[in-house]
């Protein structure tokens, strides 16, 4: 049998509304402070493929290109394809054809995350010549429910092409992977389905997006040996870059602190992420997610639960009369307890 390739199906996973909102592509939100994308292609790398296709629309191609580049910091080789996330993903999985040719493949939608090794279900789909073998993740269960087939990760043999080339003419309804991995059951395919622990897919909502945060934080090993900064308190697995400033503050692991980001007077709690060159002075901030260059400052509730966009500003001004100035975008939230 050829060698495994890889596959990233970076589609736009949750919309145009909520990409807005989040300032970026899917596929690099920020999740421990590093994006989305590297952990796929850590994945990858883990499971001994050395070679991977990435397929995005033409407004997102470019940006994955500069995030990623050759794949070389992952000692991978990366190439791109160009796919206008019309056809769903089984029509991406077509057009990546000449470029696996008859490798069986390792297929990651872009918005899933899977901290569990893959490659001992690459050696039962070599030893049991399966067509499919696809993931079920056992966590984020709505998600599980509403996709059982594959949930954006699965193992798929060269019959996949027919399989991709068949479920085209059955309209866009059965475009996604699980209409393709049905034609190859109904047409005598051997597939099978085994459930994975540590899965987790974006679809853009806070609240998920924190929960992907907190599988991630919970993998820290790194503690802090010293901080930029005097009268800095720190617990627990705490991962701060060496340019962080934290000063007569108090942070709790497991967190991250990014580079350039500045904590003054302040408290950081367990299963928060501080983005590069990100402010925050004389505020609370717990379980929350803190976007590149964000600040908050003289805020007099504690931060949780929650997501700070990139460049956001919250800051208490002590004018008189008191009240609330607000900036908000689409689907956004806000609750005061």
Not at 6 to 26: C, M, N
Not at 64 to 69: D, N, S, T
Not at 86 to 109: R, T, Y
Not at 212 to 229: F, P
Request: aromatic content about 6%; hydrophobic content about 40%.
């Amino acid at each position: 049998m050829n060698k495994f390739k890889g596959l990233i199906l970076a589609e736009d996973a949750y919309g145009q509304t909520r990409r807005e909102l989040l300032g970026r592509a899917p596929q690099l939100f920020p999740l421990a402070n590093t994006p989305l994308l590297f952990y796929a292609l850590e994945t990858i790398r883990n499971a001994s493929i050395d070679e991977v296709i990435i397929a995005a629309g033409p407004a997102e191609v470019e940006h994955l290109r500069e995030a990623v580049g050759d794949g070389g910091e992952w000692n991978l080789s990366v190439s791109y394809l160009e796919d206008d996330n019309v056809g769903g993903p089984a029509h991406a999985v077509g057009l990546a054809e000449p470029l696996i040719g008859d490798s069986p493949l390792l297929v990651f939608e872009g918005g899933t995350l899977v901290t569990q090794p893959i490659l001992p279900f690459m050696e039962r789909f070599v030893h049991a010549g399966l067509d499919a073998l696809t993931l079920v993740g056992t966590k984020n269960g709505a998600s599980a429910r509403r996709d059982p087939a594959g949930l954006g990760t699965c193992i798929l043999g060269p019959r996949i092409f027919d399989a991709a080339a068949a479920v085209a003419e059955w309209g866009p309804a059965h475009h996604g992977l699980d209409g393709a991995v049905s034609w190859l059951v109904s047409t005598g395919g051997r597939v099978e389905s085994h459930r994975v622990d540590g899965w987790w897919r974006n679809t853009g909502r806070p609240e998920d997006l924190l929960e992907a945060n907190r599988i991630l934080l919970d993998r820290l090993v790194d503690s802090v040996s010293a901080v930029n900064g005097r009268n800095a308190e720190v617990e627990g697995r705490v991962l701060i870059d060496d340019t962080a400033t934290i000063e007569s503050s108090r942070v709790r692991g497991p967190s991250v602190i990014g580079p350039g980001a500045r904590i003054v007077d302040s408290y950081v709690g367990p299963y928060t992420s501080v983005g590069e060159e990100a402010i925050i002075e004389n505020s609370e901030v717990e379980n929350a997610i803190i976007l590149p260059r964000a600040t908050i400052e003289h805020f007099g509730l504690r931060v949780e639960e929650s997501v700070i966009g990139e460049g956001a500003e919250l800051r208490r001004t002590f004018r008189v009369p008191r009240g609330v100035s607000l900036s908000i975008g689409a689907e956004s939230e806000i609750a005061l307890s």
